[in-house]
């Protein structure tokens, strides 16, 4: 059953055997939660037999069921990357078996070069890419009037921007942003020598929806906002600050782009061009692993944070179906 797992599907009979041997067997019974939504995420879970229903708490404590996982089916998957909290909580409907897949040993794993770790979180960035582009549609498609982007992104006709090496930019202080935090000043500058960088004017146009895949970026300064939707009906998809890391899913993924990408405020932004993507997606040095890390934690904070509207949105329009619901009194005099 676990060789059919979709996050497993790159590996050899032998890696998964290998990989199998760090997974511990859980069992539940029906009324069961696995986990609870807010706590500590401490790993992921294979279900083999039995079936898991997902419920979101909302405003006010009230429930929304997700959806349900069988056999075959995986719950937290991305939890091996983002020791975050749990997004929603499982319950067991009936009894269930299955694999437990410890993130703190999957880290092991990878640091030490595992091949079958490292397949895993390639094929988990896939996974991750098609959830986001499902998140990045439903936001364009259920997002109410307010969420339209305002005049103050609207993009003037572009001037060509003059490119600038990255590696004049001074390594020490790019340390405090967060997707390089985890980097020392040497290595950091030796990455940047090659890069470069743009100074782009608040409206300019970095991308646009629907284009091929080219280069991901890094927001240095400024602030740049995400839309999708058709032309004149665009609706905010997310507005992302210094230290943000975008335009990653199309280049990882192969598809177009999903969003198109403004500059919301002057910024100045490190353009990672596609031969370095794909050095990255394939861990190819110690710097790369880490980046690749980064990067994944970076996509799961996207994908928890389109999930969040996507909930909120959930909240609002059932609020306003029971505003517009009308009261029937009845002899007692009570409201129903």
């Not at 992104?153 to 001037?159: I, V, W």
């Not at 997707?179 to 020598?193: E, H, I, K």
């Not at 002057?266 to 980064?294: C, K, M, N, Q």
Request: hydrophobic share 45%.
């Amino acid at each position: 059953m676990v060789e059919t797992v979709a996050s497993f599907s790159l590996l050899a009979g032998d890696e998964l055997r290998e990989l199998m041997m760090f997974a511990r067997r859980v069992t539940f019974r029906p009324g069961e939660f696995v986990f609870d939504q807010g706590v500590a995420a401490d790993g992921m879970y294979v279900i083999e037999h039995g079936s898991v229903q997902l419920w979101a708490r909302l405003l006010g404590d009230e429930q929304i069921a997700l959806c349900r996982i069988g056999p075959g089916g995986v719950l937290g998957e991305f939890s091996l990357f983002d020791r975050g909290t749990r997004s929603a909580s499982a319950e067991v409907i009936e009894p269930t078996e299955g694999w437990f897949f410890s993130n703190r040993q999957f880290e092991l794993l990878r640091t030490d070069g595992c091949p079958a770790a490292l397949k895993t979180m390639r094929q988990l960035c896939k996974i991750l890419c098609e959830r986001l582009r499902t998140a990045i549609r439903e936001l364009v498609e259920n997002s109410p009037a307010f969420f339209v982007r305002g005049t103050i992104s609207t993009a003037p006709p572009n001037r060509a921007l003059e490119a600038a090496p990255a590696g004049a930019l001074d390594p020490r202080r790019l340390l405090a942003l967060p997707c390089f935090a985890r980097l020392t000043a040497p290595v950091l500058g030796q990455w940047l020598a090659p890069l470069s960088v743009w100074t782009a004017p608040r409206g300019h146009r970095l991308y646009t929806e629907g284009q091929a895949p080219a280069s991901a970026y890094a927001i240095l300064r400024g602030a740049v906002e995400q839309i999708g939707g058709p032309s004149g009906e665009e609706r905010r998809v997310a507005i992302l600050g210094p230290g943000k890391l975008f335009g990653f899913v199309a280049p990882l993924d192969g598809g177009q782009r999903p969003t198109s990408a403004i500059v919301r405020e002057d910024a100045l932004v490190l353009e990672i061009p596609p031969a370095e993507i794909e050095a990255i997606s394939r861990g190819d040095t110690s710097l790369h692993f880490t980046l690749l890390d980064v990067l994944h934690c970076s996509l799961i904070e996207r994908l928890r944070a389109a999930n969040r509207t996507l909930l909120c949105q959930t909240a609002m329009g059932r609020l306003a179906q029971r505003r517009k619901t009308p009261h029937v009194r009845v002899s007692s005099g009570l409201e129903l």
